[in-house]
């Protein structure tokens, strides 16, 4: 008899545009001790389905049209509020993305944590506070946070992003239930730490029998961790069975396009980078910012710098395309930005096809602007909402003087047929487009002033996989076109092994390694490369396992 | 936190310093002195009066011996009302606005937080929009014309409550009270409501809801102190409104307090006493605006670490 | 500039959401109305009012309501509609003048103070902190006696202490619009300062500017009347509705109407004016468009 049986699920969301049909006819179940794995991308109802189970919707969009989810034959959304809130949290438990935004501020860390033992629904269950305190305290040293008698009393902000998600995992498994559900709790951290909060979540799985719903848009984190995986896509289920058939055997369409949407292996297409003088120069870049969190009590006198570049050296052959890798405040971001002037370096040089670029003043550096271009991470804050798409790709044409009044319109549509945008859309607004389309225009207008050299910033990272696959596509494709260098900044180290020639690693602000990009895979020299690489999850169910076996 | 409380006071100097040279400046500006509107006084008994007053001397003599006496604590003594100090004065009115501004401030306080609360529990239902019109009913209404007509109805009328003097008759506080507090109850009430409703829309909301947690535990350990930030920030501009609002209801109820002799004196060109009044004021607001700062503070555990820094 | 669009896509601008959705807000379409009525009586007022201003009919004295005298005399016997659509003239006017005098400063300062940044940024909203915490009751009070009843001062006096939130506002708005990777891919493409605010700073900015405008003239209005009411703002001949709610509450008991129809009429326009500024705020808020 299976620990949950979702059978027929249909949710539905009235929205003003309609109504949205969240959750379509879904049905699975879920043993003790084992691991499902919900897959699917963004608008697919993953997540809707499960905070269903903890009546967690908003319910005037939301409607739960039909269909039952039975714990341990009681069936979850039928059951009054009152036998609800006894479910939460006790035999049930979640965990969530973000675990900044997730954890409350105004309380510490440890307070948090033992609410549910002194308000457990059940008055003579409940523990008192001192009792509680020292069942937290173990369970804060089994998720592996060191010194968690101090700790304990610690604010969220004070806990790196690691360390809040472990403290969040102590939280819902503090009341021993039965059945934890982790939404996609691995996406907002780096790789590495990602690496070692799935291993807990196995860890103490085996260690306490729970069952566990794994929820995330990542295939490839998932071979490792599940015995079953569902795959969903537009509320219905594509397909379902144990992980293994997933991933060597997968039926439906929808699945094989998600699979041979992650990138894998090798870049294939030919390494374009010319010899000779380097377009692009950086030497010993320093760039700092002033630390804004300091504590109360420091004299103001003695102020803290973030380095977040620091003494960085490193050079770009013409028609390359570089790969710069790093987890987040590795300072990768923040090296593009200075390279580009964007933010200013107080120490080192850059050079462009020989200018020198710190010693210009930002009239001179005005015709340079037209030939170094960037595309931006997030799709939806890198375009002006007030904009339509036509006034976006017109301004840099107009501004540069590469269009008059006459031709703007024509070379405009021009620019949106090679970034794959119908023409019909160049009146629209933003907000009318999807985050693949809305990178698509992005990096139209990085390539509307026909510029020699793009630094592309995460560009792919906000997007689904499907939808990454074919940026990435058309990312390559257009260097190939225009004959564009590149330098590719990601903390996906997948995506860049796919498209770069060469990789520099970064961490804390310090260039780690650089080498040819097949090379530095096979054998990587330094400690932290091998690290990095490491923690990469493979969509390989064998592969994962062995990984996991191994440790 | 007394670090920060010091570096405001010190801050808090250059700022009276400030309040007390321009009302200076612009009292002495005025045309027409304190005694210059009596015409029962004859010129040269004036011009005595004014000397004895030292009000013949340059100006900025007297301002150098003003400021001298303002150290010391002494604001000199009334024009107007001829044996008494300012001192004198200001202790006498300081007791019974305090007590109005205190009666207004917890109606305003009371009412206004919980019909945020509330509202915000069930938005957009009858739950939410009866007070919210209440409300803004509150905000539209003021207090010049409220107190008349609560005067009128529960007065006059009705005759529950006395409509005038302070602690005379018993009851006769609350009707200035509320006319007082009712615009801020509106205001904070809103303000509460809108904190308290982008506080639930939060992750760590949800997450309190999934670990099992009851409504009411939710609202009043989880949510309110988030959501009154905006309360507490408002709190300073509160008092300060509120010491200005007291005029008009002192006005109105014949209540012997210092907003009453503010505009009085204003008037009188009572040079003292709106210069004492006014440093008075300002401090008050300042010391204030300091408590509702640190209490800020002590409700946010971010900011604590964040003393300095962008603001 | 003709699009070869073979279909036409339904677009709409952001202005375009927020007007459909400030329609279906019923109360914020009845503030609205109710602005473009109340603008309108006023400057009709000289050719639609019922009775000359001063007329006064000393036999009549105060009467209640009647056919003749819709709202009642008073004890002049002088129309109270009359004084009532001139004293609405006379209010509205202070309200959208020292509106614009709060809004021109406002807009200035938290413009300059959120895109230049840093210690002139700290500097310029320390003075707002310090400005807003004073008992600018108190200065209003005294400049008011100090210079005398003029009009032109009370605009000015009212505009100095609500330009403070205005300030705020804005210089929040810019803040965060910097912040937006929008604006580096405009500076990354090379545009001038200026151009970068011209086009891509202001016509974000105008949302929320528009909505403090439009809940600062009911401030504004109810600080006059507030003034007025003391003594110190509108000057007889002259009215405004804290004037004749001053007369009103002298004679309370006897002539209750005196206080209730100008009290009434200014709590309406408040009231209409802060529905249709709530109405704006929800209308044009970009997070809502996002759904």
């Known amino acids: 008899m299976a620990l949950l049986e979702v059978n027929g699920l249909r949710i539905h969301f009235h929205t003003r545009n309609g109504v949205v049909k969240a959750v379509d006819d879904v049905s699975f179940s879920v043993d003790c001790g084992q691991t499902l794995a919900i897959v699917g991308e963004s608008g697919s109802g993953k997540s809707v389905i499960c905070y269903s189970l903890l009546d967690l919707l908003p319910k005037p969009p939301a409607v739960i049209e039909g269909g039952s989810a039975l714990f341990d034959n009681e069936d979850l959304l039928t059951c009054s509020a009152d036998r609800m809130r006894q479910f939460r949290g006790n035999h049930i438990a979640m965990i969530f993305q973000d675990p900044m935004t997730s954890l409350n501020p105004f309380l510490s860390i440890g307070e948090q944590l033992i609410e549910p033992l002194i308000y457990h629904p059940h008055k003579s269950l409940r523990l008192g506070r001192n009792d509680a305190r020292a069942e937290a305290i173990d369970l804060l040293r089994e998720v592996g946070i060191v010194n968690p008698e101090s700790r304990f009393n610690s604010y969220p902000h004070e806990f790196s992003g690691g360390m809040r998600q472990r403290a969040m995992i102590a939280m819902a498994l503090i009341s021993k239930p039965r059945l934890l559900i982790c939404d996609e709790p691995t996406t907002a951290l780096d790789v590495t730490i990602q690496a070692q909060i799935l291993r807990l979540i196995k860890n103490l799985q085996k260690t306490r029998d729970v069952a566990v719903i794994f929820i995330s848009h990542d295939l490839g984190v998932v071979a490792g961790i599940a015995d079953h995986v569902l795959v969903m896509c537009d509320g219905k289920v594509q397909e379902q069975n144990n992980t293994d058939a997933i991933f060597y055997q997968s039926q439906s369409d929808y699945t094989k396009q998600l699979l041979s949407a992650i990138p894998q292996g090798a870049k294939t297409t030919a390494n374009r980078s010319q010899p000779g003088a380097p377009l692009v120069e950086v030497s010993n870049l320093k760039t700092h910012f002033r630390d804004l969190s300091i504590a109360a009590n420091k004299s103001s006198s003695q102020e803290h710098m973030i380095k977040a570049v620091d003494d960085v050296s490193l050079s770009i052959q013409k028609g390359e395309i570089l790969g710069l890798v790093g987890e987040s405040g590795s300072g990768k971001s923040t090296l593009g930005r200075s390279i580009l002037q964007l933010v200013p370096p107080i120490a080192g040089n850059i050079s462009f096809e020989g200018a020198e670029l710190t010693a210009l003043s930002s009239n001179q550096l005005t015709p340079y602007r037209r030939k170094l271009q960037m595309i931006f991470q997030d799709p939806y804050a890198s375009l002006n909402p007030r904009m339509t798409v036509y006034e976006t790709l017109a301004e840099p044409l107009l501004y540069h003087g590469l269009a008059n009044r006459k031709t703007v319109s024509q070379q405009v549509q021009l620019l949106m047929d090679d970034v794959g945008l119908a023409r019909s859309s160049m009146r629209k607004y933003p907000h009318e487009f999807s985050g693949g389309q809305r990178q698509r225009i992005a990096i139209g207008r990085a390539i509307a002033t026909e510029p020699e050299f793009i630094i592309a910033d995460e560009p792919v990272s906000a997007l689904d996989v499907t939808i990454q696959a074919q940026i990435l596509a058309l990312i390559v494709d257009l260097v190939e076109r225009h004959n564009l260098t590149m330098l590719f900044i990601s903390h996906d180290l997948s995506v860049v092994r796919y498209i770069c020639d060469r990789v520099v690693v970064m961490q804390h602000g310090k260039l780690v390694e650089q080498g040819n990009t097949e090379q530095l895979w096979a054998e990587p020299q330094q400690e932290y490369t091998r690290q990095l690489l490491a923690a990469i999850p493979a969509a390989d169910p064998v592969q994962e396992r062995q990984r996991w076996g191994r440790h | ?311 | ?291």
Not at chain 2, 227 to 251: D, H, K, N, Q, R
Not at chain 3, 3 to 16: D, K, R, V
Not at chain 3, 210 to 239: D, W
């Open chain 3, 1 to 291: 500039m003709e699009a070869s669009s073979q279909s036409t896509e339904q677009h709409s601008s952001l202005w375009l959401d927020a007007w459909l959705k400030l329609r279906k807000n019923r109360l914020a379409l009845f503030g609205f109305a109710a602005l473009i009525i109340l603008c309108a009586v006023s400057l009709l007022t000289p050719w639609i009012a019922p009775y000359g201003y001063e007329q006064q009919d000393l036999m009549l004295g105060a009467t209640p309501p009647s056919l003749e005298h819709w709202l009642g005399t008073d004890i002049f016997g002088r129309d109270m509609l009359t004084r009532i659509m001139y004293g609405g003239r006379v209010s509205l006017m202070v309200g959208f003048i020292a509106t614009a005098v709060a809004l021109v400063i406002g807009i200035l300062w938290g413009a300059i103070a959120g895109f230049v940044g840093g210690r002139v940024d700290a500097l310029m909203m320390r003075i707002v902190d310090i400005l807003y915490a004073l008992p600018f009751m108190i200065f209003i009070v005294l400049l008011m006696v100090v210079f005398g009843r003029n009009i032109l001062l009370l605009f000015v006096a009212i505009g100095a202490v609500e330009w403070l939130t205005m300030a705020r506002i804005v210089r929040g708005q810019v803040m965060a619009l910097r912040k937006q990777e929008f604006i580096e891919a405009a500076y990354s493409m090379g545009l001038s300062q200026w151009a970068i605010i011209r086009r891509h700073i202001i016509p974000n900015t105008l949302g929320p500017v528009i909505v403090y405008t439009t809940l600062t003239i009911p401030s504004v209005m109810l600080l006059e009347a507030f003034l007025s009411f003391l003594g110190l703002g509108i000057q007889p001949p002259q009215s405004s509705w804290g004037l004749l709610i001053n007369y009103g509450v002298e004679t309370m008991e006897e002539y209750p109407w005196l206080l209730i129809f100008p009290g009434v009429t200014l709590s309406l326009t408040l009231f209409a004016l802060n529905f249709l500024g709530d109405g704006l705020r929800d209308a044009l808020d970009p997070r809502a468009a996002k759904d």
């Open chain 2, 1 to 311: 936190m007394i670090r920060f409380a010091i570096n405001r006071l010190l801050q808090a100097i250059p700022v009276l310093l400030v309040v007390i040279s321009v009302t200076f400046l612009l009292v002495h500006s005025a045309p027409g002195g304190p005694f210059s509107a009596d015409k029962a006084v004859p010129p040269e008994v004036a011009r005595a009066l004014e000397a004895q007053y030292q009000l013949d001397q340059p100006l900025w003599q007297q301002y150098i011996s003003y400021l001298g006496d303002v150290i010391t604590g002494d604001f000199g003594p009334s024009f107007k009302y001829p044996g008494r100090t300012v001192n004198e004065l200001i202790a006498a009115g300081f007791p019974v606005t305090a007590e109005l501004a205190l009666y207004a401030m917890l109606v305003a306080l009371v009412i206004g937080i919980g019909a945020g609360v509330v509202a915000a529990m069930r938005p957009n239902t009858m739950q939410d929009y009866i007070p919210m019109s209440a409300a803004m009913l509150g905000i539209c209404m003021p207090s010049f014309l409220l107190g008349p007509i609560l005067v009128l109805i529960f007065g006059i009328h009705l005759e529950w409550v006395p409509i005038s003097g302070w602690g005379d008759i018993p009851g006769d506080k609350i009707l200035p009270a509320i006319t007082l507090g009712t615009g801020y109850a509106a205001y904070i009430a809103r303000l509460s409501r809108g904190g308290m409703l982008e506080v639930l829309s939060q992750d760590y909301i949800r997450t309190a809801r999934a670990k099992g947690l009851s409504e009411s535990l939710i609202i009043t350990k989880h949510a309110l102190r988030g959501g009154l930030i905006p309360v507490v920030a408002f709190l300073g501009p509160a008092f300060a409104g509120l010491l200005g609002g007291s005029f008009v209801v002192e006005t109105i109820f014949q209540i012997p307090g210092l907003g009453r002799f503010y505009v009085a004196s204003a008037f009188n060109r009572d040079y003292t006493m709106i210069l004492g009044m006014t440093i008075f004021f300002a401090t008050l607001i300042i010391l204030f605006n300091l408590l509702s700062d640190l209490l800020a503070l002590q409700l946010n555990p971010k900011l604590r670490q964040q003393a300095r820094g962008s603001h």
